[in-house]
């Protein structure tokens, strides 16, 4: 089992900038390819981004790229979102998860834990 809880949301105006984090505890944090996903009322749930194991290897969605940076500090245990020039369409639930496979995949189903979310709303 990982836990995983999500910190840092909040709401900030258009062009501002937010820091999520995901504390993870349970498992060797190391050992999971690491990822955000968002929701939105009334939308399904997306891909924002993804990092490998290590940290070497970085994935983004379209929509985000450029603006957002994710992170890892694998001694920390610690999952990192650096959310710039924010948008109203940012604003969801920010959702971190974990999952056990070698590659990174931007798939919800391949995760399996999840946090319980984050709420960050972007006013214009």
């Known amino acids: 089992q990982v836990q995983l809880v999500e910190s840092g949301g909040g709401l900030v105006q258009a062009g501002g900038s937010l820091r999520l984090s995901c504390a993870a505890s349970g498992r060797t944090f190391s050992n999971y390819v690491m990822a955000w996903f968002r929701q939105a009322p009334r939308k399904e749930r997306e891909f924002v981004a993804a990092i490998s194991r290590i940290g070497g290897s970085t994935y983004y969605a379209d929509s985000v790229k450029g603006r957002f940076t994710i992170s890892r500090d694998n001694a920390e245990n610690t999952l990192y979102l650096q959310m710039n020039s924010l948008k109203p369409e940012d604003t969801a639930v920010y959702s971190c998860?974990?999952?056990?496979?070698?590659?990174?995949?931007?798939?919800?189903?391949?995760?399996?834990?999840w946090g319980q979310g984050t709420q960050v709303t972007v006013s214009s």
């Open positions: 998860a974990a999952s056990g496979t070698r590659v990174v995949l931007t798939t919800p189903g391949s995760y399996t834990y």
